[in-house]
């Protein structure tokens, strides 16, 4: 990782390179996750109770998304651990989200705004407290959910709860599902360039309870929810030059784009409804991100000459396992590529919007232990549209 023209950049250990004129970076993370834990292996009894399920077909499906953790190696290895705000205890002060048919998006949305506002300002504390500077030098908030829906919206209510100043610029960007967090790292990099010395909090703030429903026939898909999603949240800081000494920027956000493809935007459907969210993810997904993923991520490794895939790092939001396996076969990546968005797959779920900031925590960590040779990297996320979103980054020393 190479010495780049523009202003001292100090690392956590007190070393130094430069970075380029005028370009964003990654400041500083932090993450807020609620107190339920919920293990793999507890899941399939856990989701029969919470719904008062006894249908021993549903059951036996459960059985076949979670099988035995001694049957889990190699690149079927999915989830172990998520974390969720949904409990036995809301559910029995909320009988009526189990109940097949019953209006509850009033009490769905009570729950998930309080929610993602508790987790939201959870993770913008733990990533203020990284960084290292007063929540006043904060001079924009972009805040993204999938989760809430209320007028004024979440970035609100986080901006006050955090003490930001009132004339901090928000930013919201909501239902972006799984693309959002590599949206608004876009959107903040374009803020930070264009406002020299500005500081931009990212806050992504999610909840599963929204579609939380009990197992039904005519909805398969809600299996493949309780398999694969979880709730949390997490934050960032993104600025441009100056770097006061203070701040250890760990990656340089070089270039990004965004592209959606025609024809598939009932691939990932959802519709909210009386009852929450009505959610439909296609079979297809993997095959139409195989369809367009090379040329998509040629045209982020050609702004620096980039000819073979493995050349480069990569932080891929992991969407499920198929989409991870399939970009590893397409793409014919060497199997520690995908290392860390298994991993954070594997500790957190489908966080939607959040994951792909898990994923960057462990590149962090990899790219302060010298784990990564490779100066250039991808960022990449698959959202509704389908959206592709990515970015070219440059890890800092």
Not at 100 to 128: S, Y
Not at 211 to 229: C, H, I, N, Q, T
Not at 365 to 382: C, Q, S, T, V
Request: proline share 6%; glycine share 10%; with cysteine.
């Amino acid at each position: 990782m190479a010495d780049l023209g523009f202003g001292d950049a100090r690392s956590g250990n007190g070393s130094r390179s430069q970075c380029s004129r005028g370009k964003a970076m990654l400041l500083a993370l932090g993450k807020g996750l609620p107190e339920q834990v919920l293990p793999q292996e507890k899941v399939v009894e856990t989701y029969l109770q919470d719904t008062i399920c006894d249908d021993p077909a549903t059951r036996a499906k459960l059985e076949r998304l979670f099988p035995p953790m001694h049957k889990i190696v190699g690149k079927t290895t999915t989830v172990r651990t998520r974390y969720t705000v949904m409990s036995k205890e809301l559910l029995d002060e909320h009988p009526e989200l189990r109940t097949e048919g019953t209006p509850t998006l009033t009490p769905r949305l009570d729950i998930c705004n309080a929610a993602v506002l508790e987790l939201g300002a959870t993770a913008a504390r733990a990533a203020l407290g990284e960084w290292g500077r007063p929540a006043a030098d904060i001079t924009h908030l972009v805040y993204i959910s999938s989760s809430e829906l209320r007028l004024p919206g979440g970035d609100l209510f986080l901006a006050t709860r955090l003490g930001l100043h009132p004339n901090t610029v928000r930013t919201s960007l909501l239902f972006l599902g799984c693309s959002g967090g590599a949206a608004a790292l876009r959107t903040a990099k374009d803020i930070a360039e264009n406002n020299p010395g500005s500081r931009v909090l990212v806050v992504a703030a999610e909840t599963t309870v929204l579609g939380f429903r009990p197992p039904s026939p005519d909805r398969p898909y809600d299996l493949v929810g309780a398999a694969l999603f979880g709730d949390g949240a997490s934050a960032a800081i993104i600025g441009a030059g100056p770097i006061a000494a203070e701040e250890s920027p760990f990656l340089e956000l070089q270039f990004s784009t965004q592209e959606f493809l025609p024809g598939t935007d009932k691939v990932i459907d959802g519709k909210i409804t009386e009852e929450g969210i009505n959610f439909k993810l296609g079979r297809d997904l993997p095959e139409k991100i195989e369809s367009r993923i090379e040329g998509f991520c040629r045209t982020l490794m050609d702004r620096v000459g980039i000819k073979e895939f493995n050349d480069v790092f990569w932080a891929v939001h992991p969407g499920g396992p198929a989409i991870l396996n399939r970009l590893e076969v397409c793409l014919e990546l060497q199997p520690e590529k995908l290392k860390i968005s298994r991993k954070a797959l594997m500790n957190y779920g489908n966080v939607s919007s959040n994951t792909v900031f898990y994923v960057l925590e462990y590149l962090r960590d990899e790219l302060k232990k010298g784990m990564i040779r490779e100066e250039w990297g991808l960022i990449l996320a698959f959202g509704p549209g389908i959206t592709f979103e990515g970015m070219l980054v440059r890890g800092i020393n």
